[in-house]
């Protein structure tokens, strides 16, 4: 049985003392190293996109990453002092939790699958935070890249987490210059020609305009002929991100333009025949 009496109480009270204040210390300076190490973090890669020596993108990718990377590590080193403070072997801990882990990492493929893919993603430059990606399913705008997870923003404002390791194809529609297209019909009386012309003169005003567009736009021709309509294709080149508002101006000005000169753009019509009731027939005379 314990007697209460022989416990020094003082000593006790030292000692839960001493670790409760090494305990309150370490958590003190781990709030502080965290802050300055993140602000450190900031900075240089403030500077790096201020050089122009990387683009915004990768630079906001690269400090996502760094940022989490310094935190675990941080962490980490918080937990084996705090380990040690209240008298804990660390090492003989870590030794067993290797062999707990790997026995842990059999059962967790998938997760070591993430991790690969993620390091292939970042160092292979595939995407940047502000990409717009397509991926399976998934098509929007790359919020965060990280080990585990790629954070697509969706068009309708969905925020979608996908794993890594099922983004087995992807396409990045941020690299290099994009295409705007318009496809436009008008009706089989009216002269090809000089539609083409009228396109042409307005794709030449729009460039002028609109800073967005780098190459064109240019008629290209007839492209197809349907049902009720000669449809005529219109393709420039924009700043990537900007090809759908220059496609929203053309087709506009276009619309605009044949008004103006009495092209009409065919819509599908629908006739109603309505047949006459006839009156109803008359019994047949009995003559007999």
């Not at 900075?43 to 683009?55: C, G, L, T």
């Not at 705008?141 to 925020?159: A, C, W």
Request: net charge negative.
């Amino acid at each position: 049985m314990l007697n209460f009496s022989e416990v020094n109480w003082e000593q006790l009270l030292t000692v839960a003392g001493v670790v409760a204040l090494k305990l309150i210390l370490i958590l003190i300076g781990f709030l502080i190293v965290r802050s300055i190490g993140t602000r450190i973090i900031d900075r240089s890669f403030n500077r790096m996109m201020e050089r122009d020596s990387v683009s915004k993108g990768r630079a906001l990718t690269l400090k996502s990453l760094m940022v989490n990377v310094f935190s675990y590590v941080l962490i980490f080193i918080v937990i084996v002092m705090l380990l040690e403070t209240v008298g804990v072997q660390a090492t003989a801990l870590l030794a067993g939790a290797g062999v707990v882990g790997l026995a842990i990492g059999f059962g967790a493929q998938g997760l070591v699958s993430d991790i690969v893919t993620g390091f292939f993603l970042l160092l292979e430059k595939q995407i940047d935070v502000d990409d717009y990606v397509t991926t399976g399913s998934f098509s929007g705008i790359v919020e965060s890249v990280g080990l585990r997870t790629t954070q697509i923003r969706g068009f309708d404002g969905t925020l979608h987490y996908v794993p890594n390791r099922e983004i087995t194809s992807l396409s990045n529609h941020s690299r290099g210059n994009m295409r705007a297209l318009v496809d436009i019909g008008i009706s089989y009386d009216d002269d090809i020609d000089r539609a083409v012309s009228i396109l042409q003169e307005v794709c030449d005003r729009i460039a002028q305009e609109d800073e967005n567009i780098v190459d064109g736009p240019n008629v290209l021709g007839v492209q197809g002929l349907g049902a009720s309509d000669v449809v005529l294709r219109v393709v420039g080149k924009t700043k990537n991100g900007e090809q759908w508002g220059v496609e929203r101006k053309l087709r506009k000005a276009f619309k605009e333009a044949f008004d103006a000169h009495g092209i009409e753009i065919p819509f599908p019509h629908q006739v109603y025949v309505e047949k006459p009731t006839g009156e109803s027939p008359q019994p047949a005379k009995d003559n007999g």
